[in-house]
């Protein structure tokens, strides 16, 4: 592990010369890159920048949703999600946010590595799609674009599933999935764009336009007659990013919207006993403390200790804030070997994926959220935390952080990175069709591309930096392409890799800065009256 270099991409984020190196058991990132190639190119859709840096990826998608009323220019642009063609927006919508986040959080390391810049291009080019997908000059919306592409179970015509093609090839149609019901897609989306705004607040304008577009969306979230889930009955939607509730996107919505409004009725909301009791957020129960995609309960409480922390407002919202905030506590608690919440690997990696595939995404996002509370903490001033009666201090969470990065980036029983392209071994049967197609000038069809995705050889072009999916409960990874569940990257996977990463690096020190996510939050209390002037006789 100690005192390699690596050439990170990943699927939307490219980070290059990233230098690690450990030091008494704690990970610092020397370096997080010198260039964070615009636009995420691997897996953006759209017309891409002529100087995109991947010469194997080009213009794609540009005929997606000519038939969506009430947006312009069709549903041209976004991110795929993964090894597929389609765009999921539920998932995209979490990248998103995930990634303004980290940004909003860690922007003097961004500047520090002098990728700043490229990452709010990035988040742009996610937020842009994002209020193209509905009628974002309204105030009032009946409908919701939720994903473009995709495919049914056991289907036989060709689609995102049954073709393997190159995203610039495609030549089937790409059907467009339309909600007038959804709390949980619109509330993530919200979400997305009010974290966006305060990444984007020196520009007024577009900030301005993204929080109208999150008041948009959040009013269709919180009708009456749209509460359900966005996924329910969709059978485009439901096998592959299923959604098993909304009311942690309530919290998690409700807690962006006060950051980025200040408008104290969101806080209400997020600090409303029934919010969360229906989000489930406060139960004894290992699954409500694994934060992905489809529960953003531990995170939301996150965020709110943060504002307790660092805002303490007080009555009526103390109360819950409190519970929050010891929930996070036992939520870390629960991440600690010692406490033997969730299974390990022989090999020290957390299993958070309850058994079931794509472990790797949730253990980066757990990585982020205990190296993100150690800064809260660090920041108001407390050594650490307590699990029961026992003192937990910060440099445990940090040990638990940088123990399952180590573990990801090749220290685990196979030797095996599970960045592509860090180290000597990393896989290089990614599934993912772009990367595993020849760019031969070739157009290969549907079913000519299939030869690929069984072809025993190599991918011909690495997807550098992606993160796969990841090794079994027994440490063990199979390099095939057609086992997605080992070789598939994602997009909400990478988000929290990025995240993760970030939140690790030492480049500009650690910390985190206190008061810029509160910058649209007017003075809770009296301000302190000016000083009288000097008595002069």
């Not at 209020?131 to 919701?144: E, K, P, V, Y």
């Not at 953003?296 to 660092?310: D, E, G, N």
Request: charged share 20%.
């Amino acid at each position: 592990m100690c005192g390699i270099s690596v050439y990170f991409k990943n699927s939307f984020v490219f980070l290059k010369n990233l230098r690690l190196f450990c030091l008494c058991n704690k990970l610092v990132v020397l370096h997080i890159l010198y260039n964070i190639l615009t636009l995420g190119i691997n897996d953006a859709a759209g017309k891409l920048p002529e100087n995109n840096g991947i010469e194997w990826r080009g213009d794609s998608g540009l005929q997606d949703g000519p038939d969506a009323t009430n947006v312009k220019g069709g549903l041209v642009g976004g991110y795929y999600d993964a090894g597929d063609n389609t765009k999921f927006h539920f998932p995209m919508s979490f990248a998103m946010t995930m990634l303004s986040w980290s940004v909003i959080e860690y922007q003097h390391k961004y500047k520090s590595i002098k990728e700043y810049d490229h990452a709010r291009e990035l988040i742009r080019w996610g937020t842009d799609y994002l209020l193209r997908t509905f009628d974002s000059s309204a105030s009032i919306i009946d409908h919701i674009y939720a994903q473009v592409g995709g495919s049914q179970n056991g289907s036989t015509t060709p689609d995102d599933q049954t073709c393997w093609e190159r995203p610039e090839d495609m030549d089937y149609k790409r059907p467009i999935q339309m909600i007038t019901a959804g709390a949980d897609l619109a509330g993530e989306m919200a979400a997305a764009l009010a974290a966006a705004s305060i990444v984007f607040k020196d520009d007024v304008a577009y900030s301005k336009k993204l929080v109208q577009g999150a008041s948009t969306v959040w009013t269709f979230a919180r009708n009456a007659g749209r509460r359900s889930t966005y996924s329910r009955g969709n059978l485009f939607i439901a096998p592959y990013y299923n959604s098993t509730g909304y009311y942690d996107e309530y919290m998690w919505g409700s807690a962006w919207m006060y950051c980025a409004t200040g408008n104290s009725s969101y806080l209400r909301l997020a600090t409303y006993i029934g919010t969360a009791k229906h989000a489930k957020a406060l139960t004894d129960d290992p699954t409500q403390r694994v934060f992905s995609w489809d529960n953003k309960s531990p995170a939301a409480m996150l965020l709110l200790t943060r504002v307790r922390l660092f805002l303490n407002p007080g009555y009526p919202y103390e109360a819950l804030l409190r519970r929050y905030h010891n929930a996070t506590s036992i939520t870390m608690c629960s991440y600690l070997q010692r406490y033997q919440v969730f299974d390990r690997t022989q090999g020290g990696l957390i299993e958070l994926s309850q058994g079931e595939s794509q472990n790797l995404q949730f253990v980066v996002n757990a990585v982020f959220l205990a190296s993100l509370y150690a800064d809260y903490l660090e920041a108001a001033n407390s050594p650490g935390s307590f699990c029961g009666a026992t003192f937990i201090p910060l440099n445990t969470l940090r040990e638990f952080a940088t123990s399952q990065m180590d573990y990801i980036l090749g220290k685990n029983p196979m030797n095996m990175s599970y960045v592509v392209g860090h180290g000597d071994k990393f896989p290089t049967h990614v599934h993912h069709r772009g990367a595993s197609i020849p760019n031969d000038n070739i157009t290969y069809s549907c079913k000519d591309g299939v030869q690929w995705l069984y072809s025993d050889k190599p991918n011909p072009h690495n997807i550098t930096g992606a993160m796969v999916g990841g090794p079994d409960r027994f440490d063990k990874f199979i390099d095939v392409r057609t086992n997605s569940s080992y070789t598939e990257p994602t997009l909400a996977g990478n988000a929290g890799l990025v995240a993760a990463l970030v939140s690790l690096t030492a480049a500009a020190g650690d910390g985190v800065d206190k008061n810029s996510i509160f910058s649209a939050i007017s003075p809770l209390y009296p301000m302190p009256a000016a000083p009288s002037p000097a008595w002069k006789p």
